[in-house]
């Protein structure tokens, strides 16, 4: 028999946070090993819940989503997201201007597929959410990675992003807040994104699913609310403002300058048929999210479950010897840093590898994310305080193991 193989499509296409060092947790715990996982940011296993308003209505719609919605969306939740558009000032949102999808992943690559010819190149934050980097590659254009600059709190490096601009790059990509970082972007960022985007006339894609996990009274500026006069793709949903990420509703809107991209959003509007509508159960939840009580608000208070488990984190990282980490303002996140004079590490993977057969902590390495040395790691900080200070103190003692056979102790 001839084998069978997947897509050349799929040769740049990778997705580490659900990677092979997972395969081999998964294989452990099947063994009747205890895995602490920092791997992904998933809040409902953490005994983070959906607000019980929305659990409610969901149930209550339940025999009105049997069938098929618009292939946009309801309309009771598109109205409620074309309101949230107006409180961030998002300008010259309507509801057509609002597609709901099957969480933003499924709009990412949408609009990626939409605007894509082979070799078109996206600009896109490195360290970047990796789905951003894979739906550009399988959408047959290249993703062209932006220095995020570590020294500076992981702002991105405006001049990079110029040096990086070629005749064919179409797009820019904006995390904010930013994953992996936890970064929060000063209006002067954006302000300064914004004009890099209109000078070279390109589209503006926001990926704000965390604009409501802010710390320290951090607030939070959508991109598109600066760019009037550009085309800028904004995304959100309910998976982590509202602990909801298994219900599947996300949504992206456009705003700005839209008359020189009819024919870009006819192709959006015919992705969106074909894959007839997003889930509907979903759907019923957003209107009763977006104008319910904000419970994020407490939960990211310094005496809030996550603001309490940030603090714990950072601080416990940051007192082994040799990790450093930007302290982050928002998200679910830390990306800190092993000095590589302390812990010469040559493949990432292979480090968190031993990690998890070693210590039995499951993280997800740097370049997982396209980052270009193999000297940092993501973590989550979702576990309670015990179950994070029991995997510190496994890291920390994984560490020093790790310098005491490599010299450096």
Not at 367 to 373: E, K, Q, R, S, Y
Request: glycine share 8%.
């Amino acid at each position: 028999m001839q084998p069978v193989h997947k897509s050349q499509k799929l040769a740049n296409v990778c997705y580490d946070i659900r990677g092979p060092v997972l395969e081999h947790a998964k294989a452990m715990e099947e063994e009747g090993h205890r895995i602490i996982k920092l791997n992904i940011g998933n809040p409902a296993p953490f005994g983070f819940f959906a607000p019980d308003e929305i659990i409610e209505d969901m149930i209550a719609n339940l025999q009105n989503a049997s069938g098929y919605t618009d292939s946009k969306g309801l309309f009771s939740a598109r109205k409620a997201i074309m309101h949230y558009a107006q409180e961030k000032q998002l300008p010259g949102v309507g509801m057509e201007d609002i597609y709901i999808g099957n969480g933003v992943s499924e709009l990412i690559v949408m609009a990626m597929q939409a605007l894509l010819d082979n070799g078109d190149e996206v600009l896109v934050p490195a360290p970047d959410y990796p789905l951003w980097t894979a739906a550009v590659s399988l959408a047959g254009g290249r993703a062209t990675h932006y220095r995020c600059d570590e020294s500076a709190g992981w702002l991105p490096d405006l001049d990079d992003i110029r040096a990086k601009i070629t005749p064919t790059t179409r797009a820019i990509v904006v995390i904010n807040p930013n994953n992996p970082t936890g970064a929060l972007y000063p209006d002067w960022i954006l302000a300064g994104l914004v004009e890099i985007a209109r000078t070279h006339q390109l589209i503006i894609y926001a990926d704000e699913i965390y604009d409501k996990v802010l710390y320290d009274g951090a607030k939070h500026t959508s991109i598109a609310s600066l760019a009037p006069d550009v085309l800028c793709v904004t995304f959100n949903g309910l998976s982590k403002n509202y602990r909801a990420c298994g219900f599947r509703a996300g949504w992206m809107s456009v705003s700005g300058e839209k008359k020189h991209a009819r024919d870009y959003i006819e192709g959006l509007n015919m992705l969106a048929s074909m894959r007839l509508c997003a889930n509907a159960p979903g759907q019923y939840a957003i209107q009763t999210a977006l104008g319910g009580y904000q419970s994020i608000d407490d939960l990211v208070l310094p005496t809030g479950r996550l603001g309490r488990q940030r603090d714990l984190a950072y601080k416990m990282l940051t007192e082994i010897p040799g990790v450093s980490c930007v302290k982050p303002q928002g998200a679910l996140y830390l990306f800190p840093r092993l000095d590589p004079e302390m812990y010469p590490i040559v493949d990432d993977q292979q480090f968190i590898l031993e990690l998890l057969q070693q210590e039995k902590v499951l993280l997800v390495q740097g370049t997982g994310f396209n980052w270009i040395a193999p000297d940092h790691f993501r973590v989550v900080f979702l576990p309670n305080t015990d179950d994070l200070t029991e995997a510190f103190g496994r890291i920390g003692r994984f560490l020093e193991d790790y310098r005491r056979r490599h010299g450096t102790l």
